[in-house]
């Protein structure tokens, strides 16, 4: 009865949100008012990806639902004010101990973003919004620690448009430790399920200000920025720090056939009472050789990572700061096995990778990448449970991921991960399988 209680929930709230997407769209063209829907449907199967132990029994396989709905306002032709509203939650197949329970209704965005053109050709956004730069190496994700149940930063935003071409935008970010904005059904959150972390947003408040810079020349792209991040009232491994990043990202055409891209940044500042000096970066080369066989890949990328790792021998502290990008940038599993080493999901640091990557592309629905990563760490950290001290091979890791564009409203994936650990870790650590099935609808 209670399984089939929570089918019910899980079907109403379906139904509902649906229903008032339908209403909403019946909205006129020339309406002020814009509206969207949208459900991501989630199947995501792990054995050992944080633990590489078999012995631990600690894989999990769940259903995830998230379910947004978000309006928009146009009062005229420089202002928008919107809100979006998001529910995600989860049914756990295994371990059983997790018990269902709808999560809450939570701001997943709230922002008023204000045209300045008549005296600034520019935009002002203020208010919780997303916020993804370049790649995503600097600025990504708000929240790392819900997953991607959001991705949200508290934050105002002046993006000052110098010509067509050239754009600088200026950043403030503050994140609470937790979120500080109203939730519906709150009350429903067990505490059981809290002990995952999924309810706390970051491990410690941050706070950041920045300058970031876009432009577009006839050799290609570049972007520069200066982000400092600001970490308050810490809790477990991590010190307050205040942290720089320097930095910029290149992109351009070597041939018809052949595109460059690199991005590298310098992080310095303090860290607790120790100083800061980091670095990191990646570059690849995409090479299309315009085959017209379906079975030949339409890209082929090599390419390297490198961020740095902290030196136990020094006072200084050296390893790099994935600042405000925890987030699956090069693996969707890698950044659980993370966990045991940092303390903490998807810190990348204290890594360096040789891959390749290969996309096809069937037709306009379908297409596959196959993705290798060959892991080291560039510092030996000091002996632990997981970690061993005595290498610096991280192992190697396979991705393959099955695209697929159903409809102009549908689109969805299938993805397989695979990871060989080397000597970086304990002796006997075991190969670690992850998968996911996704559909997402967008109205």
């Keep these: ?234 809790a477990g491994t991590q010190v307050e720090s205040d942290i720089n990043t320097l930095g910029g990202r290149i992109n351009t055409p070597l041939s018809k056939e052949f595109a460059f891209t690199f991005e590298g940044a310098y992080q310095f500042g303090g860290y607790g009472n120790y100083n800061k000096k980091a670095y990191g970066g990646y570059m690849y080369f995409d090479y299309k050789p315009g085959w017209s066989q379906v079975f030949l890949p339409k890209t082929l990328t090599i390419g390297t990572i490198l961020l740095s790792g902290d030196d136990p021998a020094t006072t200084d502290n050296e390893g790099w700061d994935p600042v405000f990008s925890r987030w699956p940038k090069w693996s969707e599993s890698y950044i659980y096995t993370i966990i045991k080493e940092q303390s903490k999901p998807a810190y990348w640091t204290n890594l360096f990778s040789i891959y390749a990557s290969l996309k096809f592309v069937f037709d306009e629905q379908v297409s596959f990448n196959f993705d290798y990563h060959h892991l080291t760490a560039p510092q030996t950290p000091t002996a632990t449970a997981y970690v061993s001290g005595n290498g610096t091979t991280r192992g190697d890791l396979f991705i393959a991921k099955l695209l697929l564009e159903i409809t102009k409203y549908m689109s969805g994936h299938i993805i397989f991960e695979h990871f060989v650990p080397g000597d970086f870790y304990f002796g006997g650590a075991e190969p670690a399988n992850w998968a996911r099935m996704e559909f997402f609808i967008k109205l």
Excluded: C
């Design 1 to 234: 009865m209670k399984t089939s209680g929570n089918i019910i929930k899980y079907v109403l709230l379906f139904i509902f949100s649906l229903s008032l997407s339908s209403v909403l769209f019946a909205q006129t063209q020339t309406s002020p008012f814009k509206f969207s829907f949208q459900e991501r449907l989630r199947i995501e199967t792990t054995d050992n990806a944080t633990t590489l132990s078999r012995a631990a029994k600690a894989g999990s396989s769940y259903f995830r639902t998230r379910t947004s709905v978000m309006g928009q306002w146009f009062p005229d032709e420089s202002l928008e004010i919107a809100l979006k509203l998001t529910n995600e939650f989860r049914t756990y197949f295994s371990p059983s101990t997790n018990v269902f329970h709808m999560s809450e209704l939570f701001i997943d965005q709230l922002y008023i973003k204000w045209n300045t053109k008549k005296f600034l050709d520019g935009a002002l956004t203020l208010g919780r919004q997303n916020i993804n730069l370049g790649e995503g190496f600097i600025v990504m994700d708000g929240s790392p620690l819900d997953g991607s149940r959001s991705i949200y930063f508290n934050a105002f935003r002046y993006d000052w448009n110098l010509d067509k071409e050239n754009t600088f935008t200026l950043l403030g970010i503050y994140n609470p430790k937790y979120d500080d904005f109203p939730v519906l059904n709150g009350n429903d959150l067990d505490a059981s399920f809290q002990g995952d972390g999924t309810w706390t947003l970051t491990e410690q408040k941050e706070t950041g200000l920045g300058l970031y810079y876009t432009g577009k020349f006839a050799w290609g792209n570049i972007q520069s920025y200066f982000i400092r991040k600001n970490y308050l009232e810490p």
